[in-house]
């Protein structure tokens, strides 16, 4: 952690940095971006010889939690991941390539979309295997939520992953109990637009 994460966290601890201090503080989704590859080894796979899902979940979390880190300046803990499927295998030797950024940033939450893309390098194919959204949690050296900066998003690609992040989260409290229904007025919204 550098010296001026440990500022930003120790502060918002003491109380020295407040909503309107951390809401001057913005920044880019591009501030988050991590890319991490990894090249497959027979201990990353199962018995087929294909990529473990358990080990590829791992460094989804590794890569989102570095991204999160990055945003809020602060320790961050995975609070829930989004459905991720496997729909193609991916053999030993590919190499895996991972790319988190933060989409947007709530009060001590952020969500972190990660897309995961396998390549065949001898035989020049490479396609996209996965993608999930991951919701972080900045805390303090005991474990208590801390508020995040905002973010600013700045391409097409950032503004459509920021705009539909409010709804996702309603969806997953929905999900997590946190959140009534009918108080999901983001979600509500697209069902009254179809109707
Ligand atoms: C995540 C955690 C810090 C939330 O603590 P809490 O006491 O529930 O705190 P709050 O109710 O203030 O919620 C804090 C934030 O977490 C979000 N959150 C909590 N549970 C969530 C879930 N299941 N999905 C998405 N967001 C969630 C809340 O919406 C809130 O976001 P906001 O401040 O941006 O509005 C706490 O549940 C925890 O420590 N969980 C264990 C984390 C862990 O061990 N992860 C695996 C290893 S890193």
């Known amino acids: 952690m550098t010296i001026s994460a440990l500022f930003l966290c120790w502060a918002s601890l003491a109380g020295q940095v407040n909503n ?13 971006l991590v890319v991490k590859s990894e090249i497959l080894m ?9 990529l473990m899902g358990g080990r590829l979940m791992y460094w989804m979390d590794i890569a989102a939690a570095i991204s999160a880190q990055r945003h ?25 390539t991972l790319t988190a950024r933060v989409t947007r940033a709530f009060n001590t939450s952020m969500e972190v979309y990660i897309e995961v893309t396998a390549e065949n390098i001898p035989s020049g194919t490479k396609f996209k295997s996965n993608s999930a959204f991951f919701t972080f ?24 992953l920021f705009a539909g992040a409010l709804r996702r989260r309603q969806l997953r409290l929905i999900l997590a109990g946190r959140l009534q229904p009918h108080d ?6 697209i069902f009254d637009q179809k109707l």
């Open 184 to 189: 999901a007025n983001e979600l509500k919204a």
């Open 137 to 160: 949690v900045a805390v303090d050296q005991s474990g208590r939520p801390l508020p995040v900066p905002a973010l600013v998003p700045e391409t097409d690609f950032e503004k459509e």
């Open 42 to 50: 027979p201990n990353d796979t199962n018995p087929f010889g294909n």
């Open 72 to 96: 809020s300046n602060c320790l961050t803990v995975t609070a829930s991941v989004d459905n991720i499927s496997f729909n193609h295998p991916i053999e030993t030797g590919s190499v895996i």
């Open 20 to 32: 309107n201090t951390m809401d001057n503080k913005l920044k880019s989704a591009a501030n988050s």
